[in-house]
């Protein structure tokens, strides 16, 4: 998987998680304990103005995405 398939699948699975959501502001990369896992602290975008949803997607759940 090329790094643009996997921003767009870790896009898609953070906007499952919130119907309510109208977009992605920003993906960040996120530093867990266990330094084998990779991580995304992903900031989402609603219809109200200063309301960001945040939520975490981990390797493991593109892996879940992708099979």
Sequence with gaps: MNEYEEQL???RIALSRY????????IQPFMMTDEKTDAWLVIL????GFE????LVTAEDI????Q
């Design 63 to 66: 892996r879940g995405e992708t």
């Design 45 to 48: 975008t609603t219809a109200q």
């Design 9 to 11: 699948t870790i896009e």
């Design 19 to 26: 119907p309510e959501v109208t977009g992605v502001k920003e």
């Design 52 to 55: 960001f949803p945040v939520t």
